[in-house]
């Protein structure tokens, strides 16, 4: 690869990464109103974006993610910003650079790319080409801001990774790319997780890790997290998954899961594979300092099985999801070796 990789470096030094927790659900918690663009905080208020940033690499993150995820003009456009693409993102990685630069250690400034919230020809009006466009103009800024990496998440279509990952290959940055597994163990477009690693075959540049994202909690991202790195062992598996279930209590959405839950998620990723952790929605800076504590005490031990998972985490909620696929798949090999 022609650009540098931050992600191997650090690797080679720690073992194991950790990724920073939620943007939105602490911004709301900080202030941030429904209906706002987190992004526009970024010029608005950024010495809030710098707390959540500041409070995260407290917490122990090697990765932070800037606050960048509806980036796109597609998404902006519903804030009347679509033409502030460019400034947005550079301000965003420009604030997490400023954090990272202080921390006394090396943490990653990886710039948040989220869907465009638009569907791809055939199913909808937005050309690949087009998508493309969209995601370069996006990483430019998060470029210029000073990201290292562009982080490709929550992503449901394989042409919009891919997409997105042809954008940061000519704009000249490193990128890594997750699924969001919601719908019966697969992405709303049909993605298995055992595929993931595939979406990019044949693009000029390989990602620094590919993985999960989000989904419906954390024995679910676990379940998939096996089959991703069944699949290819040796790839960088990145997996972010939410802070146990999401519950609505009223009008406003709580989730389960407490520090001790997300340390053992944890230690169940690092045994299952995973080279990069950290959370999602949900995931709050006493969390993720409690995740920290975890992963710097645990030595990798015997990879889990579903039922494993769900015995230590809880029941999964996609309830045809990776354990009917995982079952299937001992099934074969079984027939295999037969």
């Known amino acids: 690869m022609t650009a540098t990789n931050p992600i191997d470096a650090l690797l080679a030094e720690k073992g194991v990464l950790l990724a920073d927790g939620a943007t939105g659900t602490n911004l709301f918690a900080m202030g941030l109103e429904a209906g706002e663009a987190p992004e526009l905080l970024n010029e608005i208020s950024p010495e809030t974006i710098a707390n959540l940033h500041q409070n995260f690499v407290d917490a122990g993150a090697d990765i932070i993610l800037t606050n960048s995820f509806g980036g796109t003009r597609h998404r902006l456009k519903l804030h009347h910003a679509q033409d502030r693409v460019h400034e947005l993102n550079k301000r965003a990685a ?173 230690r169940l990723a690092v045994d299952a594979g995973a080279k990069i952790v950290g959370g999602c929605c949900g995931t709050s800076f006493v969390h993720l300092a409690a995740m920290r504590k975890a992963l710097d005490a645990h030595t990798k031990s015997t990879r889990p099985t579903v039922e494993t998972i769900v015995e230590r985490i809880g029941p999964m909620r996609n309830k045809t999801a990776s354990a009917g696929d995982a079952g299937e798949g001992r099934r074969e090999r079984r027939r295999s070796r037969a």
């Open 94 to 266: 420009e604030i997490a650079r400023s954090v990272a630069d202080k921390a006394g250690r090396k943490v990653i400034v990886a710039g948040s790319v989220g869907p465009t919230g638009e569907l791809l020809v055939p199913l909808g009006a937005l050309t690949y080409d087009d998508a493309v466009n969209a995601f370069v103009e996006q990483i430019e800024g998060l470029k210029a801001g000073g990201a290292e990496v562009a982080w490709i998440e929550t992503m449901s279509a394989p042409d919009e990774i891919r997409a997105a990952a042809e954008a940061a290959i000519r704009v000249g940055l490193p990128y890594t790319y997750t699924g969001s597994f919601d719908t019966a163990g697969r992405t709303m477009m049909g993605l298995l997780p055992k595929d993931i690693h595939a979406v990019a075959d044949g693009l000029s540049q390989a990602p620094l890790g590919v993985g999960a994202n989000c989904g419906v909690g954390a024995s679910d991202i676990l379940a998939s997290l096996l089959d991703m790195t069944e699949a290819k062992p040796e790839a960088t598996v990145i997996v972010k998954g939410n802070c146990g279930i999401p519950e609505f209590r009223g009008a406003e959405i709580h989730y389960s899961g407490t520090p001790e839950l997300m340390s053992d998620y944890v």
